[in-house]
T-cell receptor, first 118, second 113 residues
Framework: AQTVTQSQPEMSVQEAETVTLSCTYD???????LFWYKQPPSRQMILVIR??????QNATENRFSVNFQKAAKSFSLKISDSQLGDAAMYFC???????????????FGTGTRLQVTL | DAGVTQSPTHLIKTRGQQVTLRCSPK?????VSWYQQALGQGPQFIFQ???????QRGNFPDRFSGHQFPNYSSELNVNALLLGDSALYLC????????????FGSGTRLTVV
C-alpha cells in the first residue's frame, strides 16, 4: 500500500519570504500522480498543484512550485513571496494510475500547518 | 457553476444512532468519493461511487455504506454510531480517471456524543 509522510507538523514563514514544505511517499508503482492541497479554516480542500510522475519537469503554479525527486520519492512544495492568505493546512496526496476496478482514490499525508507572520 | 455541495454542514448525534450525509457533485463530474478526516489528521478514503456502484472501499467497517443516484449525487450512511466516528466527512467529485482533478466540498462536521 502507498503511504505519504509529512514530517513537519507546523511551519512558520514571514510575509514575502519563501518556505518549503516536505513530503515523502512510498510506492512500487512507476506511474502515479502527486498533489498538494490547501485546507483553510473553511475546511474545503483546494488544489494547489499537481505533478504527473512521468513528467520530469517540476510543476509550477504562480508562486507555488514543487521539487519532484522521483528516485528519492520526495515531493516538496515551495511557496514564494508568502502571503497572509497562504496560512492553512497543507496536505500532500498520492494517487495511483487508474486501472480497471481500481478507484482513483487519494492517499493523504497528515498535513503541515503553515503560519504566515507579519 | 456550483462546486460540490454537502449537507448538512454540522450534525450532532447520539451513540448508536444512524446518520445520512449528502453530496451533490460538481456539474459534469460523474464520480463521487467520500473521505473521513479526524481532528488533526489527513483525510482517509472511505469509498468511491461511479455509475451507482461502489468501486472500491477503504478500511472502514460495514456500518459505513453509501449510495449514488442517477443524477450522480451521493449519500453516506453510518449506522450504530460510535464516539470515534466524530470527524469531518468530505465529499470529492471528479471524472472517473481523476486526471482533471478532484473538487472537494466543505464537508459535514459530525459530532457523536
Amino acid at each position: 500500500a502507498q503511504t505519504v509522510t509529512q514530517s513537519q507538523p507546523e511551519m512558520s514563514v514571514q510575509e514575502a519570504e519563501t518556505v518549503t514544505l516536505s513530503c515523502t511517499y512510498d510506492t512500487s508503482e512507476s506511474d502515479y500522480y502527486l498533489f498538494w492541497y490547501k485546507q483553510p479554516p473553511s475546511r474545503q480542500m483546494i488544489l494547489v498543484i499537481r505533478q504527473e510522475a512521468y513528467k520530469q519537469q517540476n510543476a509550477t503554479e504562480n508562486r507555488f512550485s514543487v521539487n519532484f525527486q522521483k528516485a528519492a520519492k520526495s515531493f516538496s512544495l515551495k511557496i514564494s513571496d508568502s502571503q497572509l492568505g497562504d496560512a492553512a493546512m497543507y496536505f500532500c496526496a498520492y494517487r495511483s494510475p487508474i486501472n480497471t476496478g481500481t478507484a482513483s482514490k487519494l492517499t493523504f499525508g497528515t498535513g503541515t500547518r503553515l503560519q504566515v507572520t507579519l | 457553476d456550483a462546486g460540490v455541495t454537502q449537507s448538512p454542514t454540522h450534525l450532532i448525534k447520539t451513540r448508536g444512532q444512524q446518520v445520512t450525509l449528502r453530496c451533490s457533485p460538481k456539474s459534469g463530474h460523474d464520480t463521487v468519493s467520500w473521505y473521513q478526516q479526524a481532528l488533526g489528521q489527513g483525510p482517509q478514503f472511505i469509498f468511491q461511487y461511479y455509475e451507482e456502484e461502489e468501486r472500491q472501499r477503504g478500511n472502514f467497517p460495514d456500518r459505513f455504506s453509501g449510495h449514488q443516484f442517477p443524477n450522480y449525487s451521493s449519500e453516506l450512511n453510518v449506522n450504530a454510531l460510535l464516539l470515534g466516528d466524530s470527524a469531518l466527512y468530505l465529499c470529492a467529485s471528479s471524472l472517473l480517471s481523476g486526471d482533471y482533478g478532484y473538487t472537494f466540498g466543505s464537508g459535514t462536521r459530525l459530532t457523536v456524543v
